[in-house]
Nanobody, 124 residues
Framework: QVQLVESGGGLVQPGESLRLFCNASGRSFSTDAMGWFRRAPGKEREFVACISWDGRNTLYANSVKGRFTISRDNAGNTVYLQMNSLKPEDTAVYYC?????????????????WGQGTQVTVSS
């Protein structure tokens, strides 16, 4: 079983940046599409971004497009989410997830394993 652990969350002011990390153990996820999702207080889980197995294809939610960047380092078994120009509405628990597919999308049902989440809070 693949275990995912997110880190890098915290409290920031609007306009600042954070970089989230998703580290895997158990096996390499180098052939798995990976994604980031988030759940804000009182709201449903929503798609943020995903990346294909080789890092050559990415997809972003409209709400974060142009501000967030997903990337991966398969050799290091790590997925990143660079978050710039953060807004209060970005406040949420952010989850890393892995798919058994080479390519994936916004549908959480295609993701088979998940991390525990890391809290991102953007004040004001």
């Amino acid at each position: 079983q693949v275990q995912l652990v997110e880190s890098g969350g915290g409290l920031v002011q609007p306009g600042e940046s954070l970089r989230l990390f998703c580290n895997a153990s158990g096996r390499s996820f180098s052939t798995d599409a990976m994604g980031w999702f988030r759940r804000a207080p009182g709201k449903e889980r929503e798609f943020v971004a995903c990346i294909s197995w080789d890092g050559r294809n990415t997809l972003y939610a409209n709400s974060v497009k142009g501000r967030f960047t997903i990337s991966r380092d398969n050799a290091g078994n790590t997925v990143y989410l660079q978050m710039n120009s953060l807004k209060p509405e970005d406040t949420a628990v952010y989850y890393c997830a892995g798919s058994s597919l080479y390519y994936s999308d916004y549908n959480p049902a295609t993701y088979k394993y998940w991390g525990q989440g890391t809290q991102v809070t953007v004040s004001s």
